[in-house]
C-alpha cells in the first residue's frame, strides 16, 4: 500500500521508507485488534450477564472487561496519532500564514515524537529491562534489589502477571513515535500524505 | 505556573488536546523537582482507564454505531416530524425533540452532533434555515446526549465520587426534560423574530401511520431501561443488551442493518472510544500530578474563603466551572475538576453529591459549547462545513436559557433529586 | 529536619480511617511543632491502591493506608489474616490485631512489598445482607453473594455453596435493589451508610472474617529518616490507630441497635456449624501460608 503512493512521488530516501512502512503496517495490526476487542468487550459483557443470570457467574469478567478497555484506549490511541484525529485547537493555527501553519504542523507532530519518547524512557525506568536481566530475570532479586516489585505482581481475579497488561504502556510509547516520525515526514513534505482508506471514519474526520 | 505556560504553548501549536496535558504533567514533575514520579507516570495513565465504569463508554458510543446503521435515526426524526413538523420554525422543534429521543440511546455530546448533524443540517437547509444556524442549533441538541440517560459523563462522574450510577443517570432526566423545553421556548421566540419556516404539512392521519411505523425505535430505550430494572443487568451491561436491541431493530424491522457493517462499527467505536478514553487516561495522569502538588488544596482554602455558603458556592463553581469549560471540557473537564470541588461541596457545604454532579456535568457540557474549544461546534462543522466561531454568534440565545438551567439546578436539589428513591 | 509527608488512602472523607489518617496529621505536627507535617490523600486521589503500593516502592508516597486484601495479593502470609474463623467478634478483632502475633505479619513486608508496616486499623466483622430471610450457614448454598474479591473470601464464601460474584462497589446497592445478586456480605459500619437494610430481608451475622488495614512506610522514605523521626512516628501511629480501634469496636453495638431498628430479622451463625468449614479452607491454605495455625491459635485465646 506503502508502496503505491510513493511510486507518484520523487523516490525516498531508505530511512523514509522504512518508517512510512513500519507505520503502514502498524496501522493494520492496529486496526485489526481495535476490531477484535470491541467484539471481546462486547462478548464478555453479555456472557457476564448470561452467566448471572443462569446463576453461574464467572469470576474474571469484569476484569478481563476492563484490560480490554485500557488495551483498546492505548492501541485506539496510537492509531489515532496516524490518521490526525484527536481534538486540537486550532483557533491560533487557522490564523497563520501556509508557511506559518506548516510550523505549527511540525511542530505539534515533533511534540507528539517527543511525547512518545519521553513515555518510553519513563517506561524504561519503570520496567527496568536492564535491571531485571542482571537479577537474571528472577523477580523477588530484582525486586529485593530495586525495590521495584512490578514482576511479582498478580491481578486480582484473572491470576495474570501485571507486566503483562502494562506492556501496553510501552508499546503504545513505541507505536506512537513510530506514528509521529510517519506524520513528521509528510509534514515536511518529504512523502505525499496517505489516506487510509481502512479506516471509514466519516463524522469526526478532519476535525483536527 | 511553568505548567500551566506549557499548556497552552502546546495547545496554540496545535497540539492535540490529550497530549497537552500529558505533557503539562511532565513539565510540572520536572519542575517540582521530585523525579521520582516519572517511574510512576506511565502507571497512573494506565490507572485512569484501569476502572469498571468506563467499560460502558465503548457500549454506549457502539449502539450509536448500530442505531445509525440501522437506519433507525431517520425513523426517531420522522417520529419527532409527526408531533411538531408543521408548527412555524416546524424542523427547529424536530431537531431538538428528535435530539431529546436520540438522547436517551446514546451517550455522548459529540457523538450524538456527528450523527444528527448529518441528518438534520441537510433538511434544514433544504427548508431555507441559515446552514450555520442549522449546525449549532444540532451543537445544541447533542448537549441532550450527556444529560438524558445513558450517558457517559455521569458514568464517569459517579465512577469518581463513587455513588451509584443508576442514581446519577436518573438525576439527568429532569434537567433533559427542563433543558428541551427551554429551547423549545427559545426556538418559539427566535422563530416569530425571524419567520422561520413552517415543515410540510402531514394530515393528522399520516401522523399518526408515521408514530406507529417509528415508535419501534423506542424498544432500544426500553430494552435498557428494562434489563436494568429486571435484574438482568447492570447500568454497564445494560448498553450491551441495548445494541443487541438495536441490531434486532435494525435487521428485523427497518431492515437496514447487514452483519457485514458490523466490523466497520466496531472499528469506528473503537476508535472515537479512543478518543474520549485516551482523554480521561490524560487527565488522570495530569489531575494526579496536581493534586500530588497540593493544587486542589489550595483551591479550596481559596474557595472557602469567597463563598460563605452552599449557594454562593455553587453559583461560584458555575462560573469556575464556564471559565475552565471554554478550553477543557466534556469529560477531560470533569476529571479535572471534580476530585478538587467534590470534598469540598460536600463535607463543607453539605451539598448532596448527586446534585452537584449534575451541576457540573450540566456545567461541562455546556463548555462544549464555548469557544475557543468547543467540541460540539467542531463536530457540526465538521460534518457540515459551516464555521464554528459563527455558529456560537447565532446560537448565542442557546447559551444564555443553558446558563439558566445552571442557576436552576444550583438552586434547587430537588430538579436533580426528585426521581431518586 | 524538616519533612513533608504525604499519605495516601482509598476510602472516602468520613470514614474512620479517614478520620486517624486526620488526627495523624494533627499529631505529628503539634509533637514537632510544625517541624513533620503530612498532607492526607483520600479516596484514592492518588490512584486506586496497586498504584499507591508502586508509589510507596518508589518512595515517591510516604505513607500509606492499605487494606489487607491488597498486601494479601502480593503476600500470602499476609492473605491469613482474612482467614474466617480466627475470631469471632468484633471485640476480639480489636484485641487481636494490637497482639504480638498480628504485628508480625509485618515482618516480610519490607522484603515483599518494599514498605513497612507499622499497624493494623480495622473495619468490625462482615455480615451478610440477603434478599431472603438466612438463618444459618446451610441458608447460603446456592445464593450468588457479592463479595470483596480477595482469593481468601473467594475460597471461604466458595466452600459454603455460594457463587461469589464481583460487582464493582458503587454498583452494589442497585445489584441488590434489582436482584442482580441475592445477597452480599460487608461490614456493618459501610453496611449502615449504604443503608443495605432497604434493599435485604435479613443479615446474617457471620462472625467469621473482617478486613483490617495496615498502615505502611515507603521503604525508601523509611531509611532517609533519623532513628527519633522513625520512633516517633512509630509512635504516634500506633496511638492514633489505637483510638481507632477503640472506637469502632466501641461503635458496634449502636450500629445493631440501629439495624435492629429497621425491624430486620438478624441471626448469628452457629459455632458448631462452623468446624467443616474451618478444615475445607485451612486445607487450600494452610500450605500456602503456614502461618495461619498460629494466627488460630491465638485467636483462640482471646
Ligand atoms: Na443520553
Ligand atoms: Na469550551
Known sequence: MVDQTIATHTPLARPYRLILAASTRLLAVERLLIMGFMYLLTALILLNVATRYARVPIYWIDESAVYSVVWLTFIGASAMTRLRLDFAVSMLTERLSERGAMIAKVLSTLAVIIFGLALMTMCWLWMDPVGLARAGFDAREFAGQTFNFLYTERTQTLGWPTWSLYLIMPIFAVSMTIHGLANLIEDLELAPKASHPSFVLSAVDGVN | MLTGAAFMVVMLVGVPIGLCLCIAAIVYVMASGNPLLFQSYPLQMFGGVDSYGLIAIPLFILIGEIMNGGGITKRIVDLAMAFVGSLKGGLAYVNILANMFVSSILGSATAQVAIMAQIMVPEMEKKGYDKTFAAGLTAYGGMLGPIIPPSVMFVVYSVMAQVSVSDMLIAGIVPGVILTVLFCLVIALMGYIYNYPRADYQTPRQRIATILSTAPTMLIPIVIVGSILGGLANATEAAAVGAIAAIIVGKYWTREFQFAQLPQMMLRAGIYSAIVLFLVAAAAVFSWVLIFGKVPQDTAAWIQTVAKDPVSFMLLTNVILLIIGTVIDGVPGLIMTVPILLPIATEIYGIDPRQFGVVVVVNLVLGLLSPPVGLCFFVAAAVTGAKPGKMFVVTLPFFGVSCILLILLSLYPALSLILIK | ?302
Open chain 3, 1 to 302: 529536619q524538616a519533612k513533608e509527608f504525604r499519605l495516601g488512602l482509598i476510602t472516602p472523607n468520613g470514614h474512620s480511617w479517614n478520620k486517624a489518617a486526620l488526627k495523624l496529621a494533627d499529631r505529628l505536627k503539634a509533637e514537632t511543632n510544625g517541624r513533620l507535617t503530612m498532607t492526607v490523600f483520600h479516596s484514592g486521589q492518588l490512584g486506586n491502591e496497586p498504584a499507591m503500593m508502586q508509589q510507596l516502592q518508589s518512595g515517591a508516597l510516604d505513607m500509606g493506608f492499605i487494606q489487607a486484601a491488597e498486601l494479601g495479593s502480593r503476600v500470602d502470609s499476609i492473605a491469613a489474616i482474612n482467614a474466617p474463623y480466627i475470631v469471632r467478634s468484633t471485640d476480639a478483632v480489636a484485641k487481636f490485631v494490637r497482639h504480638p502475633a498480628a504485628e508480625k505479619l509485618f515482618d516480610v513486608l519490607p522484603r515483599e512489598t518494599g514498605t513497612i508496616g507499622l499497624g493494623w486499623g480495622i473495619t468490625g466483622m462482615r455480615a451478610i445482607f440477603a434478599a431472603k430471610v438466612l438463618n444459618g450457614l446451610a441458608d447460603i448454598r446456592g445464593m450468588k453473594l457479592r463479595i470483596n474479591p480477595t482469593p481468601v473470601y473467594r475460597d471461604f464464601y466458595s466452600s459454603l455453596g455460594a457463587a461469589p460474584t464481583p460487582i464493582p462497589t458503587p454498583q452494589v446497592f442497585d445489584a441488590m435493589s434489582n436482584g442482580q445478586v441475592d445477597g452480599l456480605e460487608a461490614d456493618l459500619e459501610f453496611s449502615w451508610n449504604q443503608r443495605f437494610d432497604k434493599v435485604s430481608k435479613s443479615i446474617l451475622q457471620m462472625n467469621a472474617v473482617f478486613m483490617p488495614m495496615a498502615a505502611v512506610v515507603s521503604g525508601r522514605v523509611w531509611q532517609t529518616l533519623s532513628p527519633a523521626d522513625r520512633e516517633l512516628i512509630t509512635k504516634a501511629v500506633k496511638a492514633i490507630l489505637n483510638d481507632q480501634i477503640n472506637e469502632l469496636a466501641a461503635g458496634e453495638p449502636q450500629l445493631i441497635e440501629n439495624l435492629k431498628g429497621t425491624g430486620l430479622p438478624i441471626r448469628q451463625v452457629a459455632v458448631a456449624d462452623t468446624e467443616a468449614v474451618i478444615a475445607e479452607f485451612d486445607k487450600i491454605w494452610l500450605p500456602k501460608a503456614p502461618i495461619l495455625a498460629e494466627l488460630r491459635k491465638v485467636g483462640a485465646t482471646l
